[in-house]
Structure formats: C-alpha cells, structure tokens
C-alpha cells in the first residue's frame, strides 16, 4: 500500500484539501482526485505541453510534479481560466481564429499562452511561438493558435484603453 | 510500483532538516522541480529510497547575489530565472544564454539550476556552460553536532560519469559559485538542433576568456557537452589559444584540436562521427566570430 | 449574406478551448475496471510459457487473459493474420500476450509485471528483401492440419509475401524507346508515426442484454461495428458504436486493432466495463506507422519534354501483421498513372512480411512517397533536358476533360492553375535561377538557400474501394427553426460537422447557430463508410445537402398556397421564407413550421438522403474512375541549408489548391497549415528509429515532431474550379497538403546544394552526410527478388 500525503491547496480559488499517493503526480490527481479533466494527459514526460497548469503565477508540465507538491500552493487549470480575462480573450480568440481542430492540445495553449500575456502584453508572432515551444500539436499547425494568441493581445490592449 | 518502496515524505523549511533527513534509515531521495525525478522514477529507471525529501520549500536556496567577486546562485533557482534575472545577465551572461536554449517555459519553471547539476546529463544545459565559467558547487552536509558544514569543489570535479556526481548521500548541493565576469570578458555559447529550445543537447559549446588591450585570449576555457561522459574541457583546443591573438587559421587549428578532445558515442540521437564534426565546425564558427568581433 | 466562402468557427471550438470536451480518456463509466496490455519483450520467439497466477492474485485484478483463455478469437485486419492475444509465437514487439482488468490503471500495470514468461528465440527477420529469398524464416509458418482456404492467422503460409499488386497502362517498353531522357532512381521513405495528441483508447461495456456498446476512436464506425459483430459471433445489430471526441486521426483509426477487441473480451470475462487507455510509450510502440517504401523508379521524356513512361517497382515492408499500409500501392499506382500525363506505366509492389511493427493508414496513404519520387524525377528529366522545371511540369499537366492511362476522368481539373499561381506567389522561377547561381559562385557559404517545387494529385470525391462510398443524412427542423443534422460522417477534428452545418444553413438560409449535428452513435446516425480519402466535405456534404434541399421543396411548396405564389418564386433567406427577386419577406420560418405542425393534417419537416458518389469500382487492373473528382496542389518551398550542421530550416511554403469551391475558409486554412507541418516533420524532423524489429524513440524526447518555432511562413491560394458534383462545387483537402512537401523540400536541397537526396529523412546528420558523400546509397529494389505473379 501506498504512502498518502495529506495536502492543503487552493484550486481555481478554492481552498481544499486531498489525500495523495506519495508516487502521485499533480496531473492524476487534478483529473482522478479532483474530477478536472481539462488538463490532458499527452506523454507524461513534460515534452509535450498537454498537461500545463499554472501553480503560484507560473506555468508547469503538471505531469512532472508530484501532487504531494501541491501543498500551499495555488493551482489554476483550464477551468479556472473562466474567471480570468486573459483566459478568456485566449478562449475567444482561439475560437474566432481557428486555433482549435481536435482541441486536445487547446488547455495547455491557453494555459501558457496567458502566462505569456501576463509576460509580456504585446507579444509578436516570434515571442508567442516561443512561448509555447513546449506545447505539441499535430493538427493546427500552429499559425492560427499564433494568430489567436496575438488577437488575443490586441482585444486584451482594447479592453485597458477603455 | 517503484514509488510503493517509500515510506516517508519530508517538506522541511530549513537546511538542517533536510540535511538530517538524508541521515534517516533507507537513504533519502532529494526532490526539487521533479522534472528528472518524476519521468525517472515512473520508467523505473530510479528506485526512490526509504525517504521521498522535497527540498522545494526550504528558505534561502533561491538567492540570486554577488558576494565580492562571485555570482552566487542557490540551488533551487529556477533555470527560467536564470534566462531573465538581470543578476545573472550582467555576471553570467554564458549561463543566462544556456537557459534560452533549455527545454520549455513550463520545464524552465520547474526546474532547478541544483536538480539539473544533480542529474548530471551529459547534455545538461547548464553543465557546459558552467564548467567553462570555473564554477564551483557549494555542498552541504550536517556535522555530528548537528551544524551545518559546507565544501567547495570545482564543478569539474563534481561530475563523475554520465549521471553521476560526487555529491556524498549525505549531502545535498545547496549553491553554484561562479567567478563574475571582468570586463574583458568574452564569451559565446552554441548549441546544435532544429529548435530553439525543446532539444536534448546533439553537442554544446561553450567559450569563456578573457582579450585584453593587445587581442590575446587568456584564462581560455572551451567546455563541450554531449559528447563524453561527462561535459569535458577541451584542453588540447584551450592550449592552442591560451595567450594566443585568434586568427582563421588559429580558430581552425584550435576547432580540430576540439573534435579530436571531444570523446563522442554513438546513440538514438546522433553518431559519434556527426558530434566530432559538429564539435570542429562549431567551435570554428564560434571562434571566427570572436576573431571578427 | 452568403456562409460560403466565410471564416466560421468550429462549432465544437468553445467547449474545446474552455477544457470541457470529454474524449474517451475523460469518460468513466460507473463499475468500470482499467485494463492493460503485456507486450512482447521479443521480437520474434515461441512462447513457451505463460503464467499469470501472481497476477491474477494481485489485489484488485478481476481477470487475466491470454490466448488460451479466448479460443474463440478469431484473425483480425484485411488480411486475417492477426489474433488479437499471441497464440505459440510472438512476431514483434508489439504483439499482445496477455491482458488485465483491475480497479486502477496503477493496479492494472502493476499486475503486468507479475506475469511471467517464457520465450525461446527465433530467427528475427528485419529485412523485406531478404525476407523474399527462398529458405528465409517464414514469419506466419504454415500450420500443419490447417484447413484449406482458413485465413492466414489460423493457417500460416508458406511464403512471406503479404500482399502483391501489379499495374500497367500502355507499354513501357515502346515509352522507352520513345524517350531521348532516361533517370532511374530508388528511393527509401522511412517509418514515421501519427503521434495524435490524445493517445488510443476505448470502453467497452455489454448491456443487461448483452449487447455490445463500445466506446471507439474509430474512423470507420460502421465498418468497426460490422467487424466486431464478426469476431464476437454477434449479430452486428446488438454491437453499438459511440464516437466520443477524437484528439486527432490522421488514418490511425481506420483499422481493428487488437487493443479493441481485447477490451471487449475482458469486459465479457468480467461483466464490468472496460477501459483501456494506451501510455504515450505504448502509442509509440503499438501504433501502426506509416508505409515504408523501398521504391525504384524510371521515368523516361523526350528531349522536347514530353513525358513518355514510368516503372516502378517496390517493396513495402509489411511487419508482422497486414493493416492498411499494405494497401497503400492502390493509392500509390493512382499517382504513378496520373500525377501529369504518361502514356506507358508499370508498376509491380510486393508487401512482405517482417518481424518489424506494421504500417497503417496515414493522411496521403503512399501518395507522399509516390510524389517524393516522381517530382524528384521532374527536376532532373527538365536539367537533363535544358528545360525550366515549372515549363517541364506545365507542359505535361492534364487539364479539364482529360481521363488518365488509369481511367481518372479529370472533370473539374485546376493543375495547371495551382502550379502557374504557387510558382508566381513564391518568385520561384527567379529564386531558383539565383540560388543555382549562388551555388556555383560561393561554394564555401556556410548558408545556402534553394527553391523547390511539387505538385500532387488526390481523390477529392471520396474513393470507391468498398461496395459502397455513400453517406446518409437524416434532417430535421423543429417548431422553432432549429435544425438537427444526424450524419453518418464522423468529425476527427477536421471540422466536417461545422461545414456540414454551414452547407444546410446555407440551403436553409438560417444562421449557423440553428443546428446542432448529430455524428456519433451508430443507433442513431446512417451509414457512412468512414473518415478516409478525403471524403468528407464532397460525400457527406452531398448527402446533407441532399436532404436539406428536400426540406426546403417542402417548405416552399407548403408556402405557396399561403401566400398565392409557385414555389419556384419563393426562397428562405434570413430565416424567412422571402419572395425572390424582391426580397420581400414573407413569414418567418419558425412560424411557417408550427403552422405545419400545428394543423389538421400535421406535418413535421423530416428529411433523409443517402448520397452515393458516381465514381465506379476500378477494374481487375486497378483501371477505373474511382472518385467522383480529383484535386491538385502545388507547393514551393524555400529553405537554407546550414552546411556546418546538416540542419534544414523550411523558410517559406507557397501552396496553391485546387478545392473546387471554398467552403470554410477558416477551417480549410486550418487543414492546408496543419498539412503542410505534418509534412514538414515528414521531410525533415520526424523518424521513428526501428532497428532490427525494435523502435528505439518511443517518446516526444526523441522522436521530434515540428515545434512552433520551427514552422515556414506559409501562403495559402485557392483555386475554385468548382466542381460539378461537389457541394456548391467543393472537393475535398484533408490530405492534400502534406503530400508534396517532402517532394519540394528535396527539390529545394538540390537547388541549394546541388546535391540531391533520395532518402527521407533530411534531419541534420543525414543532410550533413550526404552534402560529403557519406550517406550510404540507396539500394536498387531488385526486380528478381519480385516473385513472378502468384497463383490465384
């Protein structure tokens, strides 16, 4: 039988708590534990983007942390992006633009693209491919998830001046 | 299931406890960003000992400061900060251009400038570039009065063989000291692939020396990654520059003295011969420049 | 205002940009049991023993099974040589042993290394063409008592070919003799893999009936259902298939791979349902790849230009078991006929069996590697000559009306138009002259760009290989103007629902948030044969459009009389009925549909169609008009060369497509761009390392699929030739771009280089070799070795 960790966490802004196998990553438990199962499982080794959540401000490959981790911390995933304006410009934009095609990849997009925002309000088209060098896809070819992401900066920038 | 073996799991706050739990009964796995330890342990390619100790929390490991003439980096920074700290731009320019060339945003956020030490890849990113900078890693351990006792050790020495430091069990590395850059400083960094980024090193070069007022390289230090054991300075290349004013004709003396120090194997990635060839042209294009500029 | 030729989001898009779309990973089902596979740790071997005692004891495990708990199981795939679970041998190292079903995944996988087993080694064949010589290891031996005709998976055979296919038109010997210009080439294309983003999986669950429901991943969800019922011995109407949202096909889900039909068993030995769900690991090992091809080709022209013949001849290797790579020489010998005008063509290809993974289907199923071939051969036919390459090709292009050696009837044909526009987008005619000449004053640049061109052919009206290549549609419109959409033709992420949609809309004149589409659940939706040949916009948006135009007739002829006109004089625009001409709105269209409902001879709007294409099934000969319509593109791409490392940057792809008719502008940017990278990894990063039966980079670590900074510029034209029997004239795309960017890329290599490399992939030690000479040569595909056409 497995060590269980008890942690503490806020998850989309709220607090809960979770009792964790030690061996446990942080993707598992957000979709087995937590029921989210926005976050994707992609390749389990970080070297695809699929499962990128944001943890105390800044993006990481959820399946390479261990949930036992999570304690303290503040986790935000797709679902919370609801709440976030950048989320939502991304969402929309990502949309209108055509960034999604099977949209398996579309979380871990929008969860690094809005840590770029957050980053860097005006990011061009070079800042924002390299900014989600880390996320595979294999159906957009990516121009249109770029085009989304800098869309997305230009709604955001409109929304400020007003 | 290789994780069912522990039975423990630490998050001190402070160096003496994490020190003292790597004393405990059954060994101690250390834990920082996780971005080597969890793909490592899931493909069973490390058994986690007795202990699972997360270092993440413990204070004062993520400093960034100059002490006198050192940079002085804690263990757990992260290799993101090392891409953008201003810190580190103005004393270890090398270094923060190793960090644009690793892996991803989400894996530079994670991961630690100490777990990648520990790792010791022979294609690490920040491997090459410190042992062309003559760092030294700071390590700590915790005396039989229960203080903390540190020593220093040239980053050379530290890496032993592919994967293997000489970091003792009842050790952990807890800083990086590298000398700040003077003024004349010159230094280039390359790394081969098709990505910016996202690329497990095919060969790294990196250069540091120092051309004073009459053009002559001194303190020449040309460190290569993945291609030997360990990353390895190419000393038959270093000699043909030491105290020499670099020309075409020196850099491509000095490129072929490079290839042939270079130790390469064969594996998935790229053969051997492909390395020594990246090795030669590399450090050739990289010294021309310094030649020109 | 017209929906075609608009940008529209894809209906799913939202749901799945906020992280709510349950794929089959995110579906659980109450009572269900996780389940995994043991592999074979050998690549070719006898299995002598199998002892899942310690398994079966685990905790948590319900159930263990291996080929003798399943007697009954049946050969699987085309050419049923494969049992799901390894009976005596294994063959590869991807072949199933045995299976468990647990309460966890954890648990599940845990149980798998308590399995033991005892192999003895068997000679390993790797080689296709050794695998050919008389006395090499026969990888399916015949089994002695076997009954005569049973399928290979019971039997055996006594030989290791496969598959075998032979082609011709004309004469290739009078071609050659026709030709002052003769190349001969062979080409080796290398294994690569789909790498879809959301890994395999299924759920399988029997009913209190015992009725199968099977959560699938398929393509072919109709043709599954029927394949399934076969190997269970059930009646196909008691097997129900549900199509969750797919993370990406790209042809991995045409075929029964044993994964599925394992699931099943476990589910029916534990009476629970079964989830299975593969490790990226295992998507890498276990997934079929696509077709390598060991290819010579001879093309030969006359000094004025003019094509005059092709033979080819190829090897394919098979792997152990036969999927649908083997039948990629169909697609294959369609672009050796037709792909520019050849009066002679042969064409001979022999699949053989290794003991390496199998090949599947895979977006241009061979007709990348034709192309590769072919437009390599274009450049060096026009050098040979002193002609422009872009004139060579235009010179040879068929154009509208022509009907090729194979019997394709180009009835709307933009091949001429697709290169002419691609090469003056992309300034290719003057940057190839300057990149030759930049080659031959500075040999010593470290940095050397070059310009390539390629052009392709594709079945764009589906493709008649099954006894039919039809689709259905049931359409209804409710009290309040929502329209549902039931179609046959699944989604794959390729956003044939949201086009479906905008053609009814269109018909319909309301707006595209007025339907919801229906694609998903074999109980409910018509019969399609599947997602596959780039189908989907021409036959099921024929059939949409056939039932949506029989709702609008009844519409219209319920119209008239209330509003004392014919209804030819009516139209529905705006979600009105309207008078056309003047525009003049009558009523709108929810309240007309209530007056229908709502009245003493109640009539809903209810509508079906079933579309079947007019294209035929080809010949004994592969001779035949096999699609309803064809299409074209071309493709320039510019790179630079860094000869210091190899390594190949894509500047610049220029592609110009002939789609017949833009249907979704944005989506059909979505799929050229999303091809066009797909082909850019084929040519340049991608390649799965098997080396002797093993695949030695099963992970994004090593195998490199195309990052974002990696990829070309990319500008996009269309042409509209718009097709006569295509939906307001469209053809279909979906494979197109990714088929000639290998072709132009090497092109482009030789432009910059002046060396050319006849073996994919160009990753940067291959490139670095073969700019020295190092790169070993291909090796002629031996026409002895090609036994002589077998017996019936």
Same mark, same amino acid.
């Given at each position: 039988m497995s060590l269980e960790i008890e942690i503490g966490f806020t998850l989309n802004g709220v607090a809960r708590r979770a009792k964790v196998p030690v061996g446990m990553s942080a993707l598992t438990m957000l979709r087995e534990v937590c029921g989210l199962t926005g976050t994707k499982y992609g390749c389990g080794e970080g070297e695809c983007g699929a499962c990128t959540i944001r943890v105390d401000g800044k993006t990481l490959a959820s399946c390479l942390m261990f949930a036992a981790d999570c304690d303290g911390r503040a986790i935000v995933t797709i679902e919370g992006m609801a709440g976030d304006p950048r989320g939502q410009a991304l969402q929309r934009a990502f949309v209108e633009h055509g960034a999604v095609q099977c949209g398996f990849c579309t979380p871990g997009m929008v969860m690094q693209a809005a840590e770029l925002l957050a980053r860097d309000a005006h990011p061009d088209a070079a800042a924002a491919k390299r900014a989600i060098e880390g996320n595979l896809c294999r159906c957009t070819g990516y121009q249109k998830i770029v085009d989304g992401i800098c869309a997305a900066a230009q709604a955001l920038d409109k929304e400020h001046a007003r | 299931m290789t994780m069912e073996a522990v039975q423990k799991y630490l998050?001190?706050?402070?160096?003496?406890?994490?020190?003292?739990?790597?004393?405990?009964?059954?060994?101690?796995?250390?834990?920082?960003?996780?971005?080597?330890?969890?793909?490592?342990?899931?493909?069973?390619?490390?058994?986690?000992?007795?202990?699972?100790?997360?270092?993440r929390r413990v204070e004062g490991l993520d400093t960034v400061e100059v002490d006198g003439d050192h940079l002085v980096l804690g263990t757990l920074v992260s290799i993101e900060r090392l891409r953008f700290d201003p810190v580190v731009a103005r004393h270890a320019p090398l270094l923060a251009d190793a960090a644009e060339h690793f892996a991803s945003e989400q894996i530079r956020n994670a991961g630690?400038?100490?777990?990648?030490?520990?790792?010791?890849?022979?294609?690490?990113?920040?491997?090459?570039?410190?042992?062309?900078?003559?760092?030294?890693?700071?390590?700590?351990?915790?005396?039989?009065?229960?203080?903390?006792?540190?020593?220093?050790?040239?980053?050379?020495?530290?890496?032993?063989?592919?994967?293997?430091?000489?970091?003792?069990?009842?050790?952990?590395?807890?800083?990086?000291?590298?000398?700040?850059?003077?003024?004349?400083?010159?230094?280039?960094?390359?790394?081969?692939?098709?990505?910016?980024?996202?690329?497990?090193?095919?060969? !790294?070069? $990196?250069? /540091?020396?120092?051309? #004073?007022? %009459? @053009? *002559?390289?001194?303190?020449?230090?040309? +460190?290569? =990654?993945?291609?030997?054991?360990?990353?390895?300075?190419?000393?038959?290349?270093?000699?043909?520059?030491?105290?020499?004013?670099?020309?075409?004709?020196? !850099?491509? $003396?000095? /490129?072929?003295?490079? #290839?042939? %120090? @270079? *130790?390469?194997?064969?594996?998935?990635? +790229?053969? =051997?011969?492909?390395?020594?060839?990246?090795?030669?042209?590399?450090?050739?294009?990289?010294?021309?420049?310094?030649?020109?500029? | 205002m017209t929906l075609i030729g608009q940008r529209i989001p894809k209906i799913d898009a939202p749901e799945k940009a906020a992280g709510k779309t349950r794929y089959v990973h995110d579906i659980d089902l109450p009572g269900q049991l996780h389940a995994a596979i043991l592999r074979s740790a050998r690549v070719h071997a006898r299995l002598v023993r199998i002892d899942a005692t310690r398994a079966r004891a685990l905790p948590g495990v319900h159930a263990v099974i291996t080929a003798a708990d399943v007697p009954d199981q049946r050969p699987i795939g085309v050419a049923k040589d494969h049992l799901p679970l390894?009976?005596?041998?294994?063959?590869?190292?991807?072949?199933?042993?045995?299976?468990?079903?647990?309460?966890?995944?954890?648990?599940?996988?845990?149980?798998?290394?308590?399995?033991?087993?005892?192999?003895?080694?068997?000679?390993?064949?790797?080689?296709?063409?050794?695998?050919?010589?008389?006395?090499?290891?026969?990888v399916h031996?015949?089994?002695?008592?076997?009954?005569?005709?049973?399928?290979?998976?019971?039997?055996?055979?006594?030989?290791?070919?496969?598959?075998?296919?032979?082609?011709?038109?004309?004469?290739?010997?009078?071609?050659?003799?026709?030709?002052?210009?003769?190349?001969?080439?062979?080409?080796?294309?290398?294994?690569?893999?789909?790498?879809?983003?959301?890994?395999?999986?299924?759920?399988?669950?029997?009913?209190?009936?015992?009725?199968?429901?099977?959560?699938?991943?398929?393509?072919?969800?109709?043709?599954?259902?029927?394949?399934f019922a076969e190997y269970l011995g059930m009646d196909?109407?008691?097997?129900?298939?549900?199509?969750?949202?797919?993370?990406?096909?790209?042809?991995?889900?045409?075929?029964?791979?044993?994964?599925?039909?394992?699931?099943?068993?476990?589910?029916?030995?534990?009476?629970?349902?079964?989830?299975?769900?593969?490790?990226?690991?295992?998507?890498?090992?276990?997934?079929?790849?696509?077709?390598?091809?060991?290819?010579?080709?001879r093309s030969g022209c006359t000094k004025d230009g003019r094509l005059t013949f092709r033979s080819v001849r190829t090897i394919h290797d098979n792997g152990a078991y036969t999927s649908w790579g083997a039948t990629t020489p169909f697609v294959m010998m369609q672009t050796f006929s037709s792909l520019y005008r050849v009066p002679h063509c042969d064409y001979?290809?022999?699949?053989?069996?290794?003991?390496?993974?199998?090949?599947?289907?895979?977006?241009?199923?061979g007709n990348l590697q034709a192309t590769f071939a072919i437009e390599q051969h274009m450049d060096q036919m026009a050098e040979a000559i002193g002609m422009d390459p872009l004139e060579f090709r235009l010179k040879n292009a068929q154009e509208v009306g022509e009907v090729t050696g194979q019997g394709m009837v180009f009835r709307s044909c933009g091949f001429k138009e697709c290169l002419t526009l691609a090469a003056e987008r992309s300034g290719y005619t003057a940057k190839r002259r300057a990149y030759?000449?930049?080659?031959?004053?500075?040999?010593?640049?470290?940095?050397?760009?070059?310009?390539?061109?390629?052009?392709?052919?594709?079945?764009?009206?589906?493709?008649?290989?099954?006894?039919?290549?039809?689709?259905?549609?049931?359409?209804?419109?409710?009290?309040?103007?929502?329209?549902?959409?039931?179609?046959?033709?699944?989604?794959?992420?390729?956003?044939?629902?949201?086009?479906?949609?905008?053609?009814?809309?269109?018909?319909?004149?309301?707006?595209?948030?007025?339907v919801t589409v229906v694609n998903n659940d074999t109980d409910i939706t018509p019969w399609d044969v599947g997602v596959h040949?780039?189908?989907?916009?021409?036959?099921?948006?024929?059939?949409?459009?056939?039932?949506?135009?029989?709702?609008?007739?009844?519409?219209?002829?319920?119209?008239?009389?209330?509003?004392?006109?014919?209804?030819?004089?009516?139209?529905?625009?705006?979600?009105?009925?309207?008078?056309?001409?003047?525009?003049?709105?009558?009523?709108?269209?929810?309240?007309?549909?209530?007056?229908?409902?709502?009245?003493?001879?109640?009539?809903?709007?209810?509508?079906?169609?079933?579309?079947?294409?007019?294209?035929?099934?080809?010949?004994?000969?592969?001779?035949?008009?096999?699609?309803?319509?064809?299409?074209?593109?071309?493709?320039?791409?510019?790179?630079?060369?860094?000869?210091?490392?190899?390594?190949?940057?894509?500047?610049?792809?220029?592609?110009?497509?002939?789609?017949?008719?833009?249907?979704?502008?944005?989506?059909?940017?979505?799929?050229?761009?999303?091809?066009?990278?797909?082909?850019?990894?084929?040519?340049?990063?991608?390649?799965?390392?098997?080396?002797?039966?093993?695949?030695?980079?099963?992970?994004?670590?090593?195998?490199?699929?195309?990052?974002?900074?990696?990829?070309?510029?990319?500008?996009?034209?269309?042409?509209?030739?718009?097709?006569?029997?295509?939906?307001?004239?469209?053809?279909?795309?979906?494979?197109?771009?990714?088929i000639c960017i290998a072709a132009a890329t090497a092109n482009a290599i030789a432009n910059a280089t002046g060396v050319r490399i006849t073996s994919l992939p160009f990753t940067p030690e291959r490139v670095y070799r073969a700019l020295r000479g190092a790169l070993p040569p291909t090796q002629p595909v031996p026409l002895a070795a090609l036994p002589e056409k077998a017996a019936a």
């Open positions: - | 998050a001190p706050t402070r160096l003496e406890q994490a020190l003292a739990a790597l004393g405990l009964p059954g060994g101690a796995t250390v834990l920082a960003g996780g971005t080597d330890l969890m793909p490592q342990t899931h493909a069973g390619r490390i058994r986690p000992a007795a202990t699972l100790l997360n270092i630690t400038l100490g777990g990648n030490l520990c790792n010791a890849s022979p294609a690490g990113d920040t491997l090459t570039p410190l042992l062309a900078l003559d760092a030294e890693v700071e390590l700590a351990a915790l005396s039989d009065a229960g203080t903390v006792q540190r020593r220093r050790m040239p980053i050379g020495a530290f890496f032993t063989g592919p994967g293997r430091t000489a970091r003792n069990a009842d050790e952990l590395l807890v800083g990086v000291r590298v000398p700040v850059a003077a003024g004349d400083a010159v230094w280039r960094y390359a790394k081969a692939g098709t990505r910016p980024a996202l690329d497990i090193s095919t060969i !790294a070069v $990196a250069l /540091a020396a120092r051309r #004073a007022g %009459d @053009a *002559r390289l001194t303190g020449v230090r040309l +460190a290569l =990654g993945a291609v030997g054991p360990t990353p390895l300075r190419a000393t038959g290349a270093e000699a043909l520059l030491e105290g020499q004013v670099l020309d075409a004709a020196r !850099a491509r $003396a000095a /490129a072929e003295a490079a #290839a042939a %120090d @270079a *130790r390469p194997i064969d594996d998935v990635r +790229a053969s =051997g011969w492909y390395r020594r060839e990246l090795v030669r042209n590399l450090t050739q294009r990289m010294l021309d420049d310094v030649a020109r500029n | 390894k009976r005596d041998r294994v063959r590869s190292t991807r072949d199933e042993i045995a299976a468990v079903a647990a309460e966890s995944e954890a648990i599940a996988r845990e149980a798998l290394a308590l399995i033991e087993v005892e192999y003895e080694d068997l000679p390993v064949l790797t080689d296709a063409v050794a695998a050919l010589e008389p006395g090499a290891p026969l031996p015949p089994i002695a008592g076997s009954k005569a005709g049973a399928p290979v998976g019971v039997a055996g055979k006594s030989d290791n070919i496969a598959m075998r296919f032979d082609y011709g038109h004309g004469d290739v010997a009078q071609g050659e003799a026709d030709s002052d210009v003769v190349v001969e080439d062979t080409f080796a294309l290398h294994y690569v893999t789909h790498c879809c983003m959301g890994v395999s999986g299924v759920i399988a669950e029997f009913d209190a009936k015992g009725n199968l429901l099977l959560y699938s991943n398929t393509q072919v969800p109709f043709l599954h259902k029927r394949e196909p109407g008691r097997v129900r298939i549900i199509q969750p949202p797919i993370g990406g096909g790209f042809g991995s889900k045409l075929d029964i791979y044993p994964f599925e039909v394992i699931a099943v068993f476990l589910a029916r030995a534990t009476g629970r349902p079964v989830k299975l769900v593969f490790t990226r690991e295992e998507e890498f090992l276990a997934s079929p790849t696509r077709q390598p091809v060991h290819l010579t080709l001979h290809t022999v699949a053989v069996y290794t003991h390496n993974p199998y090949a599947g289907s895979f977006r241009g199923y030759a000449a930049d080659r031959e004053h500075d040999r010593d640049a470290r940095f050397k760009r070059g310009i390539g061109i390629a052009a392709m052919l594709h079945v764009g009206g589906g493709a008649k290989i099954y006894p039919s290549d039809g689709c259905g549609t049931i359409l209804k419109l409710d009290d309040f103007g929502h329209v549902t959409l039931i179609t046959g033709a699944s989604e794959i992420g390729q956003g044939s629902e949201t086009v479906l949609a905008q053609l009814v809309c269109e018909e319909l004149g309301l707006p595209i948030s007025a040949a780039s189908r989907t916009t021409f036959i099921a948006g024929n059939s949409a459009l056939g039932a949506a135009r029989k709702a609008k007739a009844k519409i219209l002829a319920a119209a008239a009389p209330r509003f004392d006109a014919q209804a030819d004089d009516l139209d529905l625009s705006g979600g009105c009925v309207v008078r056309k001409g003047s525009g003049e709105r009558l009523t709108d269209l929810p309240r007309l549909l209530r007056s229908l409902h709502f009245n003493d001879r109640a009539e809903l709007v209810m509508t079906t169609f079933y579309y079947e294409p007019p294209s035929v099934h080809q010949d004994k000969g592969y001779k035949g008009d096999v699609s309803a319509a064809y299409a074209w593109a071309a493709q320039v791409v510019e790179v630079e060369v860094d000869t210091a490392t190899g390594i190949v940057r894509m500047l610049q792809v220029t592609g110009a497509h002939d789609v017949g008719r833009v249907l979704n502008r944005l989506g059909l940017e979505g799929q050229i761009e999303g091809g066009i990278v797909m082909g850019q990894g084929y040519a340049l990063t991608e390649n799965l390392d098997v080396v002797d039966g093993r695949i030695r980079n099963p992970n994004f670590r090593d195998y490199k699929l195309v990052t974002a900074p990696e990829i070309p510029a990319m500008d996009i034209s269309f042409i509209e030739t718009m097709d006569g029997e295509g939906p307001q004239g469209a053809k279909g795309v979906g494979e197109a771009p990714a």
